[in-house]
């Protein structure tokens, strides 16, 4: 029972670099979703997918890209780290817009 | 747009005593609302939701939340704490017409034996 995985689970990355987070999902979920949980301010929307092929900017979205070419994929993309990435990176699925989301473990990031 | 206040950032209890956390929420029509729990390290783990019906709503590790319309409230309580609940807390609004789930800031929970 897999269910939602992310790699890697923690990583420090220096000013300028790029780095992919990898999210999949055994579920066979349409809908699968990226935040960020920065202390005492809960989960910010990043990107979120409604199915293969389709993605759309959540509250927060500058600094990264997503692609979502399977049902099963859905990598985020940093591609000039800042300090103000650093943070922990959910990604969650869902079988529709207001189901159950699951979530993974997370990646702890820090931007040095 | 639809956001979530959740007062309470810590809640100190004894094991063995009641809980209650508290959310309330801003949404122009019926929400969808939701308590995830996360434990230390961890993703987060849904506790209930409520959509629609009974305002009373039981979850998983004896939880229950009750929805009041007239107060846009959707509080959490728990009967008796083990010391396994210390965790941080999440309440969550999210609607039929929009994909996104809006989160509150979240409560910690630490349980004194």
């Known amino acids: 029972n897999a269910g939602v995985t992310q790699t890697p689970k923690f990583r420090i990355l220096k000013i300028g670099q790029s780095m992919t987070l990898q999210c999949t999902q055994d579920m066979n979920h349409n809908y699968m979703y990226w935040y960020r949980q920065d202390p005492g301010m809960g989960l910010k929307l990043i990107y979120y997918?409604?199915?293969?092929?389709?993605?759309d900017k959540g509250e927060v979205p500058n600094g990264y890209n997503v692609s979502r070419s399977t049902t099963e994929d859905f990598p985020l993309r940093l591609e000039l780290a800042a300090p103000s990435q650093t943070s922990v990176y959910f990604c969650a699925s869902s079988t529709t817009q207001i189901g159950e989301a699951f979530f993974g473990q997370g990646t702890r990031l820090t931007v040095v | 747009a639809q956001s979530v206040t959740q007062p309470d950032i810590h809640i100190t209890v004894s094991e063995g005593a009641s809980l209650e956390l508290r959310c309330n929420y801003s949404?122009?029509?019926?929400?969808?609302l939701f308590w995830y729990v996360q434990s230390p390290g961890q993703g987060l783990q849904l506790l209930l939701k409520?959509?629609?019906?009974?305002?009373l709503v039981q979850g998983i590790k004896g939880f229950e939340a009750e929805f009041k319309r007239s107060q846009s409230s959707f509080n959490l309580r728990k009967p008796s704490v083990h010391w396994s609940d210390a965790a941080e807390y999440f309440c969550?609004?999210?609607?039929?017409?929009?994909?996104?789930?809006?989160f509150g800031a979240g409560t910690t929970v630490t349980v004194r034996a």
């Open positions: 997918s409604v199915g293969a092929g389709i993605t």
């Open positions: 409520y959509f629609s019906g009974d305002t």
């Open positions: 949404y122009g029509a019926t929400p969808y």
């Open positions: 969550a609004v999210g609607s039929s017409n929009d994909y996104k789930l809006s």
